[in-house]
């Protein structure tokens, strides 16, 4: 008798949990509905924004208390990425280029032309222009959020690459302009499609 009665409460109780535990619907909050989140729009996130075969963009904020600040801080933010993304391309370009002209790049010659480009890309950020930007201000924390938008022109990297090289370089190197022009595009072409 103890043992069916023991068995009947078994099941009633596990019943009891079954029913409960997977039916009826419960309220769980969702973060649409949690009033302490709330959903960030980032401006200029459209496809206008981002790098192509023609433009390397980058969008970046910056956040002060001081509006000029706020927005040095995005500019030199975007600068940045922009430096990075032109540095990557031009690193792929340039071994590319080496490796076409059976040049070693650990050689003198090859070490000066990478040295070279790198201080062309630096020089060159000089032409990096304002496509859009948007400053905000918060009530509550009386802070400016300023988002920018960056770009470069593609060419302009390559004729300053060719321009920045020294003479000497281009002679060792028997440096041709459309050549490295060629590679700098296939470069920007597996970038892309790697972002």
């Known amino acids: 008798m103890k043992t069916r009665y023991l068995l009947i409460t078994v099941c009633v109780a596990g019943l009891a949990f079954l029913t409960t535990s997977c039916g009826g619907s419960k309220k769980v909050a969702t973060v649409d509905k949690d009033p302490d989140m709330v959903e960030q729009v980032d401006p ?5 924004y981002r790098t192509d075969k023609e433009f390397f963009r980058e969008v970046a904020q910056g956040v002060s208390t001081d509006r000029t600040i706020a927005e040095k801080i995005a500019i030199q933010n975007a600068k940045t990425a922009i430096a990075s993304s032109i540095q990557s391309v ?11 002209h059976g ?8 070490s000066k032309f990478q040295a070279e480009s790198v201080i062309a890309v630096q020089q060159v950020l000089t032409n990096v222009v304002t496509k859009d930007k948007k400053t905000y201000k918060s009530k509550s924390t009386n802070q400016y959020t300023c988002f920018v938008a960056l770009e470069m022109a593609r060419e302009d990297i390559g004729r300053s690459i060719g321009g920045g090289l020294s003479q000497e370089s281009k002679d060792r190197l028997d440096f041709d302009e459309y050549q490295f022009q060629q590679e700098f ?11």
């Open 103 to 110: 040049i070693d790049e650990k050689s003198d010659a090859g």
């Open 185 to 195: 595009d296939k470069a920007m072409e597996l970038f892309n499609a790697r972002k």
């Open 90 to 100: 031009v690193q792929e370009a340039t071994k590319q280029y080496l490796r076409n």
């Open 44 to 48: 200029f996130s459209g496809p206008e």
